[in-house]
């Protein structure tokens, strides 16, 4: 065990976390040259198209110093903060961390997010000052700003280019005199922790696990603690790279892959402890603070055949991404699907566009909301995550929304426009703190609602990329909120209801209803749009019908013919209007995004 490093690498987005796991993995020799390639732990196509990390990969990797050698289990994490999940069961089962600073841009929110991650599972923390190669590099800048601002002593922070690999075998000879080795007691009963899952086609459910007491063997009887199943280890393995290298066990203080041979996916659970089923342990590892999702939408199949597969899909990616919650829903407008839970919005459009690539569905995705809590009339409390839920206007007492404490960094130049922004979404200042002559971070108490949208585009948008964006739920407060209704042709589809605050309703209902009038395909009779709250209508934009030329026949005679088929036409478009249906395209669920 002396000679085992477990650690993670975190850091903001585009700081070179991947970069770095890349070249580390390089400098060990775990891959050659040949087989080298970009971004080598971001498997998934998505991950490698975005140029993001979403899934927390795992990789054993061997290296020799001083004439020894050691084994470094390293965990690439992602950066951007919907997927702070990822990175929190990564650092429940390492015992050190590599703090990524870029050396032009500096400490970032969700730097100082991670490391507080870091700080609550008592991790040893290296700072890494990235980038250094860069023109507008300044890593003595970047030092005293994580010392300011975090609170590390940085005097020793290890300085690197990823990218050109200076200073990487320092780091890593920094890794194995720095980061403890884990603690363990190798003769105790086996006690594991499972920190990721997925389905394998051929294999079934595998579970990935961090062993921190005696061992897992080939053949071995485990259980595992949360539901009292028992099953036989089938298959040992170790992460690498390119190809998992087979084992007969998994010692304490190591990392694997243990394979039960489990086809039914709900009985592996991320943070569930894997022991002996001959000596079970008394107590589990202590297991992770499960996921909340923050953001709610609606997922749909296009073909209503595919419900049950859209059901197995999510139950597979449940497997691989834990901090997703799903469950059934009925729409008039769209029929039968899921009413799914996520982090955030990039969470949500990474999973929808995973759904449709890797199990060839075509889906519909509703406008996304968060919960609310909403108190009624009569004492009691009901918490609605679907807007058409909402119940009746003088049935509720009250309605509380969730509120976020948003910490934004940004350079002084852009600060009154993001002021602006923060005060136009709702925001109340709860601090303002220079963190040195050109940056300022910006502590706000935000309605969740307001961020779920197009917050972090249009931050990003007004501060040329310039400024960071981190949250965390605090609370419920009340708010002045009513549901907008859109109608269709008469018809209310509650697909796109939304809570909106009353004060803002109008103008929303006005921008609504002009987005729907652009998307709206044309029939052959008008079509009115209209916003309204309860019955009463705020807004409306009609789509003009298509003019067919019935008189295109008439040649001569009497204006009488010709008025005689006009009026024919319009008794007919008045029948087609009663009973006429309309489709709705993909992008009318998305308009509703798109209101400022």
């Given at each position: 065990m002396d000679n085992i490093r477990n650690f993670s690498i975190i850091a903001h987005i585009d700081h070179g976390k991947s970069t770095l796991a890349d070249r580390i993995i390089q400098e060990c020799g775990a891959v050659s040259e040949?087989?080298?390639?970009?971004?080598?732990?971001?498997?998934?196509?998505?991950?490698?198209?975005?140029?993001?990390?979403?899934?927390?990969?795992?990789?054993?990797?061997?290296?020799?110093?001083?004439?020894?050698?050691?084994?470094?289990?390293?965990?690439d994490t992602p950066g951007h903060v919907d997927f702070s999940y990822e990175v929190s069961?990564?650092?429940?089962?390492?015992?050190?961390?590599?703090?990524?600073?870029?050396?032009?841009?500096?400490?970032?929110?969700?730097?100082?997010?991670?490391?507080?991650?870091?700080?609550?599972?008592?991790?040893?923390?290296?700072?890494?000052?990235?980038?250094?190669?860069?023109?507008?590099?300044?890593?003595?800048r970047v030092a005293e700003e994580i010392e300011t601002t975090i609170g590390i002593d940085a005097t020793d922070a290890m300085l690197i280019s990823a990218k050109t690999g200076v200073g990487i075998r320092a780091l890593i000879d920094a890794i194995v005199d720095r980061i403890p080795a884990p603690k363990g007691n190798p003769d105790a009963t086996t006690k594991a922790i499972i920190y990721d899952s997925w389905f394998d086609s051929y294999l079934g459910a595998l579970a990935l696990v961090r062993v921190f007491d005696g061992e897992i063997k080939m053949g071995q009887m485990v259980q595992l603690m949360h539901n009292g199943e028992k099953h036989q280890v089938l298959d040992l393995m170790y992460p690498h790279p390119l190809r998992r290298q087979k084992t007969q066990a998994i010692q304490a203080g190591e990392i694997g892959i243990v394979v039960l041979g489990l086809k039914d996916v709900g009985s592996i659970r991320v943070g569930d402890t894997i022991t002996d089923a001959r000596n079970p342990a008394k107590e589990p590892v202590a297991e992770y603070a499960p996921a909340k999702p923050f953001v709610f939408a609606g997922l749909y199949p296009i073909d209503t055949d595919q419900f049950e597969d859209l059901r197995d899909a999510l139950d597979k990616m449940k497997l691989n991404d834990s901090s997703l919650s799903y469950e059934p829903e009925t729409s008039v407008a769209l029929g039968f699907g899921f009413r799914v839970g996520f982090l955030g919005m990039l969470h949500m459009e990474v999973i929808k566009e995973r759904l449709e690539r890797e199990f060839n569905l075509d889906l519909i995705a509703t406008a996304p909301s968060v919960v609310y809590k909403v108190y009624l009339t009569d004492g009691t409390m009901v918490e609605v995550q679907n807007p058409s839920e909402l119940p009746e206007p003088q049935k509720i007492?009250?309605?509380?929304?969730?509120?976020?404490?948003?910490?934004?960094?940004?350079?002084?130049?852009?600060?009154?426009?993001?002021?602006?922004?923060?005060?136009?979404?709702?925001?109340?200042?709860?601090?303002?703190?220079?963190?040195?002559?050109?940056?300022?971070?910006?502590?706000?108490?935000?309605?969740?609602?307001?961020?779920?949208?197009?917050?972090?585009?249009?931050?990003?948008?007004?501060?040329?990329?310039?400024?960071?964006?981190?949250?965390?739920?605090?609370?419920?407060?009340?708010?002045?909120?009513?549901?907008?209704?859109?109608?269709?042709?008469?018809?209310?589809?509650?697909?796109?209801?939304?809570?909106?605050?009353?004060?803002?309703?109008?103008y929303r209902g006005r921008e609504l209803t002009k987005n729907m009038k652009e998307i709206v395909p044309r029939q052959l009779f008008e079509v009115a749009i209209q916003a309204s709250i309860g019955n009463r209508v705020i807004a409306r934009e009609t789509v003009k019908s298509m003019g067919k030329n019935v008189t295109a026949k008439c040649y001569g005679g009497d204006i009488s013919r010709k008025r005689k088929l006009l009026d024919k036409q319009k008794e007919g478009k008045k029948r087609m209007k009663a009973i006429g249906k309309v489709n709705l395209p993909q992008e009318a669920f998305m308009s509703v995004l798109k209101m400022d």
């Open positions: 040949r087989e080298m390639t970009k971004q080598m732990m971001d498997t998934m196509d998505i991950e490698q198209e975005r140029g993001i990390t979403i899934k927390a990969q795992s990789v054993r990797l061997d290296y020799v110093k001083d004439g020894k050698h050691y084994i470094l289990n390293l965990i069961k990564s650092l429940a089962s390492s015992d050190g961390a590599l703090l990524i600073v870029d050396a032009a841009q500096g400490v970032e929110a969700q730097t100082i997010a991670n490391v507080y991650l870091a700080m609550e599972n008592d991790l040893t923390l290296i700072p890494v000052i990235n980038k250094i190669d860069l023109p507008a590099a300044e890593p003595e007492d009250r309605i509380e929304e969730p509120y976020v404490k948003a910490t934004v960094i940004t350079p002084v130049d852009y600060l009154g426009n993001i002021i602006t922004l923060l005060t136009k979404k709702r925001g109340m200042q709860d601090k303002m703190d220079y963190l040195n002559e050109t940056r300022v971070m910006l502590e706000y108490s935000l309605p969740m609602n307001e961020i779920v949208v197009d917050f972090y585009d249009k931050l990003k948008s007004i501060s040329k990329g310039y400024a960071s964006f981190d949250y965390e739920p605090i609370e419920f407060r009340q708010g002045d909120l009513v549901k907008l209704d859109v109608r269709v042709a008469g018809d209310v589809v509650d697909a796109l209801s939304v809570i909106v605050p009353r004060s803002a309703a109008d």
